[in-house]
Structures are given as C-alpha cells and as structure tokens.
C-alpha cells in the first residue's frame, strides 16, 4: 500500500472578519504563468484546515520527483495550515510520517468527540503547540529568517502582517500558533507574541506572497486560479475572489471547505493527499521539471529543463 503523509492546521470563517474582506465574483482568470527558466522563485501554500494534508502530498512529490525545481525555491511561505506546510519545507522535512501520525491522531480524536473540536475537553492550541515542538529543531528561528513567510492578523484592528524575522524558537512558535488561530475552535486564548494579540493569518491573506522578488508558485487544496490545485469542472467559471485568493464556486469546493473544518473519514484524507501528488506531478511535468529515478539503480530517467 502506498504510503502516504498529512499536514494539519484549522482555518475558518468567523464573521467579525468577514467585513474587512473584499469579496466579488468574477469569470476565471487566465492562467498562471510559467516559472521555467528562472532561477530564483518562491512558493506560498493556501490555509485550509485540514486539507493540509493536500499540502503534504504536493511536498512529498516534489522531495521525490522536484530537486531540480526546488533547488530553485528561495522563499516559502504561507498562512494557517499552510505556514505548517511551509515551516516543514524550511524546518522539517524529514517529519513527514511525524506529521501523518499527528493529523490522523487529532482527526480521529475529533470526530469521536461530542461537538468535535469545540468540545471544552479538546485544546487544539495545545496540540499544535506540541506538535511545533517536536518538529522545529533548537536553531529553527535561525534557519527560518528570511526564508519562510507567515501571515498573521493582529486582533487590535484586523489587519494583516507577513512576518519573515524571528527573533528566538519560542517567538517562532508564537507566530505559527497565531496563523493558526481560529477563536473558539483552536481556544480563546489569543497567542501573544510582540505585544499584540494575533489569530488565523487566512482571515486577511490566504497565500502570502513572500516579501522578495521572483515569481511564487501558489498552492491549494481548492480549486480556482491557483499554480497547483485540483481542476474541477469549470462549470459556469464563476470564482469568488477573498483574502488574496480565487476561489471556483462549485460543489466540489463546498465540499472541501467542510472537510477543512470537520474531519472526514481517514480514507477521505489519504485521497486528498493522493490528489495534491498527482497535481504535483501533473504541475512538474507541464513545466519540464519532472525527474524520475529509478529505486533499483539500474536508469535513471529525467525530463528536467532548467
């Protein structure tokens, strides 16, 4: 059987935000641009609760079949469950099994509680903190600076903030706590890092863009006009457009933003992370980056173009 990895984080919509959003509808956009032929880029990934686990399963294809688009990849950046998945490219990359065991524990925790995560006997600020714990190494803040990018909101007057400067691991922590912060859902105890309460870095940008130059490679679990993302049916091409992201409106998408927030089945999980490895592979091969070797030594196969 496959073996397959999962990343977790919670984003939701809580509706004091909501009026700070600009949101429209609008026809689908063109598509993304090629990233082929430079040599300095960036890549951010989308919040998406539990759908991290797409985020996953987009990584772990491109540790597999990427190097040579990667070795291009300054930045990485992202918001909610997307900032794990960005700090575990910078960080982690070697705890992705850690990360598999982790999400399924806590999915299969919720959905066998009354009320799921709002349940007052679940802290999921305290598992993610846990979590953080055993994954950044003691130098992380160190290794992060400048190269991975969270967005945050501070609570004072909901405006968003990308933050790429780390002044200490438990300052780190703070930070990827609050991108990462649903009230209610994750606790009501605001993370407070630089005097500020700050919560859920998705409520005003949902895939940062890192704060140096090149192109950035955009990652969701929805579909819409992102680089790598499932490709439904485009059905009317109607997209809704919040938070710095295109979002498709379609069933499909519904469906996803369900998931993000109350945990399907563990079968229903290890799908989507299957998905975000094919779109991943789909993603390498339209750009020429694929590369496959083979695992008994014997060829060696590569459609890189760099």
């Known amino acids: 059987m496959q073996k397959r990895l999962v990343q977790l984080n919670m984003s939701m919509f809580d509706p004091h935000m909501l009026s700070n959003q600009t949101t429209r509808f609008t026809r689908r956009l063109g598509r993304p641009t090629t990233h082929q032929g430079i040599t300095r880029m960036n890549m951010t990934f989308a919040g998406c609760g539990f ?14 079949h990427g190097q040579a688009l990667l070795s291009q990849v300054t930045c990485f950046a992202g918001a909610s469950a997307g900032s794990l998945a ?16 982790f999400t399924y524990g806590v999915a ?5 509680l009354p009320l799921g995560a709002f349940n007052p006997r679940f802290n999921m600020l305290e598992k993610l903190r846990h979590f953080l ?3 950044l190494p003691s130098n992380a ?17 909901s405006r968003g903030e990308i933050i ?4 200490s691991r438990e300052e780190l922590i703070l930070i990827l706590l609050g991108s990462c912060f649903i009230p209610y859902y994750c606790g009501r105890d605001y993370p407070v890092f630089r005097g500020e309460k700050w919560l859920d870095g998705g409520w005003t940008d949902n895939l940062p863009r890192p704060q140096f130059g090149g192109p950035t490679i955009t990652v969701s679990p929805f579909s819409g006009n992102h680089d790598i993302c499932p490709q439904d049916n485009p059905g009317r091409n109607w997209h809704l457009h919040v938070a710095n992201q295109s ?24 799908e989507y992370y299957t998905r975000g490895f094919q779109d991943m592979e789909n993603y390498l091969k339209e750009k020429g980056y694929f590369d496959v070797e083979a695992q008994n030594g014997l060829y060696v196969e590569r459609e890189t173009t760099v």
């Open 51 to 64: 759908l991290g686990i797409y985020h996953l399963g987009v990584t772990s294809c491109l540790l597999k």
């Open 86 to 101: 960005a700090a575990m490219m910078v960080l982690g990359r070697d705890r992705l099994q850690y990360s598999l065991d």
């Open 141 to 157: 803040h160190e290794l992060a600076n400048h190269r991975l990018h969270i967005a945050v909101t501070r609570v004072r007057d």
């Open 133 to 135: 714990e055993e994954m």
């Open 164 to 167: 790429s400067t780390f002044n």
């Open 247 to 270: 979002l498709r409106v379609n069933p499909a998408n519904t469906r996803r933003g369900i998931h993000a927030l109350k945990p399907p089945k563990q079968e229903v999980l290890e």
């Open 108 to 112: 299969a925790e919720i959905r066998d």
